[in-house]
């Protein structure tokens, strides 16, 4: 990685008035495992398989908090608002020239809550790789998603395709802009 694109090894906590965003533990991977073993939410990643692999999740949570990692990934934590100590991810992964990309899931439970629009707006005005630019990516069957993203200032930048290794095809995305 280039200068730009390197992530502090220190990954800060970040709090809404429902979630604390912190980043991931060992004691995640049950909860992780059960919802990340759910087709609905491994179909609707780029990158999580279905079914999904014995100590996929112990992986996952090691690479995800290695001091050399290639992104952020926080738990979507509302403990403090007396829900489940894992309701999804988000991740920040930084590009280039003052860019990152956003993604997220919500566990099925906690859908049409407002917890993704909560963590997506935390990342915002926290902005914590000082990125200039935000992008995000949706499978276009997945208009939830997306709304998210317009709902928090993302603009439309257009179609695309990505893979997703659930579905093993590529299925057509929708391409998010946001300048900071």
């Known amino acids: 990685m280039n200068q730009n694109t390197t992530i502090d090894v220190y990954q800060p906590v970040l709090t809404t008035a429902r979630l604390v965003l912190r980043p991931l533990t060992c004691a995640d991977a049950g909860l992780l495992s059960l919802y990340t073993g759910d087709k609905r939410i491994a179909e609707g990643t780029r990158s999580i398989p279905h079914p999904l692999p014995p100590e996929a999740t112990e ?5 995800s908090t290695a001091p050399d990692r290639d992104e952020d ?3 979507l934590d509302g403990s403090v608002s ?4 894992v309701m999804g991810l ?6 280039d020239r003052q860019q990152s990309q956003i993604g997220f899931w919500v566990a099925p439970a906690f859908w049409n809550a407002g917890f993704a ?19 995000a990516e949706v499978f276009q069957d997945n208009p ?15 179609d695309a395709e990505a893979f997703s ?6 299925v057509p995305t929708w391409t998010y802009i946001r300048r900071m």
């Open 117 to 135: 629009s909560e963590a997506v707006r935390a990342v915002i005005q926290n902005n914590p790789h000082k990125s200039r630019t935000l992008f």
């Open 73 to 75: 990934v926080w738990v």
């Open 90 to 95: 988000l991740s920040l992964k930084p590009l």
């Open 165 to 170: 290794v659930a579905r093993g095809v590529v």
């Open 144 to 158: 939830a998603s997306a709304q998210v993203l317009t709902n928090a200032g993302f603009d439309y930048l257009g």
């Open 82 to 85: 007396g829900t489940s100590e």
């Open 59 to 63: 992986e996952f949570i090691v690479r």
